[in-house]
T-cell receptor, first 115, second 116 residues
C-alpha cells in the first residue's frame, strides 16, 4: 500500500532555533500533502495544505511565517518550525492520498520538544 | 462547520468481548469516512474507508457502518484482543470543493483498553 515516510520521528531543540520536518511519498506522487498537529490527549488539527509547486494554504489561526511549508516536488513536502518556542512542542504529522477517492495515508509523526 | 464526536471517550473491556465505537458528524454532505487506529506516540494506521455511497465495510474482525442521513458511523470490533488496545479515531472528508477540498475533520478519539 501507499507509504508516507516522515523524518525525524523525534527532535529536541533549543528555544529560538528552527526545525525542519520532512514527509516523502515513497511509491506514489502526492500533489497535495496535509500537515496536522496533535497536542497530548487531543485529536488532530489541520494546520495547512501544501500543494506541489504553489503556496500552501493555512488554516485560520496558524501563523504562516512561523510554520513554513515547502512542497517542491511531487514526493517531498517539508514543514519548518521557525524560531521555535516551548508552546510549539507537539506531535506533527503529515498525510497524503494516492488518488482521488482514496483514503488518506499518514506519516509516522514527529515529536517536537522545544526546551 | 463540520463537527465530529466520538463516544465513548474511553472504554475498558476484558479480552474476547465484542464492542462498538460510535462516531457522529453534523454535516451529512460527506465524501467519505475513515476509521484510524493510533498507538501511543505513533502515526495513524488506516483501518477502514467508507465512501459516501456505501453502508458498511469489513476487514477481518472489524466492521464499520455508515448512516449518512443520520450523521453516524459505528466501528464494531469482534472478539477483542489486548493487541487492539489503542486510540481509535474517525475522520470525515467533506463533499465540497474550494477551500474544503480534501480536508479531514477528526473526532476526539476513543481510547480502548482490552485487558487479558
Amino acid at each position: 500500500g501507499a507509504v508516507v515516510s516522515q523524518h525525524p520521528s523525534r527532535v529536541i531543540c533549543k528555544s529560538g532555533t528552527s526545525v525542519k520536518i520532512e514527509c516523502r511519498s515513497l511509491d506514489f506522487q502526492a500533489t497535495t500533502m496535509f500537515w496536522y498537529r496533535q497536542f497530548p490527549k487531543q485529536s488532530l488539527m489541520l494546520m495547512a495544505t501544501s500543494n506541489e509547486g504553489s503556496k500552501a494554504t493555512y488554516e485560520q489561526g496558524v501563523e504562516k511565517d512561523k510554520f513554513l511549508i515547502n512542497h517542491a516536488s511531487l514526493t517531498l513536502s517539508t514543514l519548518t518550525v521557525t524560531s521555535a518556542h516551548p508552546e510549539d512542542s507537539s506531535f506533527y504529522i503529515c498525510s497524503a492520498r494516492v488518488r482521488r477517492g482514496d483514503g488518506y495515508t499518514f506519516g509516522s509523526g514527529t515529536r517536537l520538544t522545544v526546551v | 462547520k463540520q463537527e465530529v464526536t466520538q463516544i465513548p471517550a474511553a472504554l475498558s473491556v476484558p479480552e474476547g468481548e465484542n464492542l462498538v465505537l460510535n462516531c457522529s458528524f453534523t454535516d451529512s454532505a460527506i465524501y467519505n469516512l475513515q476509521w484510524f487506529r493510533q498507538d501511543p506516540g505513533k502515526g495513524l494506521t488506516s483501518l477502514l474507508l467508507i465512501q459516501s455511497s456505501q453502508r458498511e465495510q469489513t476487514s477481518g474482525r472489524l466492521n464499520a457502518s455508515l448512516d449518512k442521513s443520520s450523521g453516524r458511523s459505528t466501528l464494531y470490533i469482534a472478539a477483542s484482543q489486548p493487541g487492539d488496545s489503542a486510540t481509535y479515531l474517525c475522520a470525515v472528508r467533506l463533499y465540497a470543493g474550494g477551500t474544503s477540498y480534501g480536508k479531514l475533520t477528526f473526532g476526539q478519539g476513543t481510547i480502548l483498553t482490552v485487558h487479558p
